[in-house]
């Protein structure tokens, strides 16, 4: 029986590849370089590049792949669950309901919103870069390829704050209740 033929099964043998992907391609393209070694300057805000982007085509290949893939991947997924939703709602013959689906539409919109707005810049001034040409925006690149360091800083704050409820359970712990006064009686 294949591995991958259910969709559980494809859904896991998906999240594997995910998860192992990134970090194994990077232990061997920068730390176990079989073609060249890596000369880090300290100086740097990323301590310079690795030594494998020299190879054009390897380069070319990691950033199709590590970074285009995935803002192409979460733009078509979005649109293709909103896109799922509706169709099924129709094919019940029944009216979507966007009221009910509010929560899950603002949810997704703002994570991955924020998401491709951090990204986007940079992978449309990388391709400009190889494709067009090189020294595009050459001043502010490192300051862009830095922007994605705050992803993960902040995006457990923008999923709390889709929450309506927790929104509310904050801004009641957080509003000014009126005090007491002590004041002396004559």
Sequence with gaps: MDLCRTTFNHFSCTSIFCVIWAPLFNFIIIVINPWCTNVWDFSRI?????CSYGNKALSEFAFLFNITLPSVTIIL????LVIRVIYQKMSRQQGVNWRRHRKMVLQLWVISSFYLA??????????IEMTV?????????????????FIPLFLP???LSSQPEL???????????????VSTVT
């Design 118 to 127: 951090i990204w986007l810049p940079l992978v449309s001034t990388l391709f």
């Design 157 to 159: 704050m923008i999923c």
């Design 133 to 149: 040409q090189p020294s595009f925006m050459i001043d502010h690149l490192e300051a862009m390829q830095f922007a994605p360091y």
């Design 167 to 181: 929104v509310s359970k904050i801004k009641n712990l957080i509003r000014m209740r009126p005090m007491n006064r």
């Design 46 to 50: 990323l301590c310079g590049f690795p």
């Design 77 to 80: 997924a979005n649109v293709t």
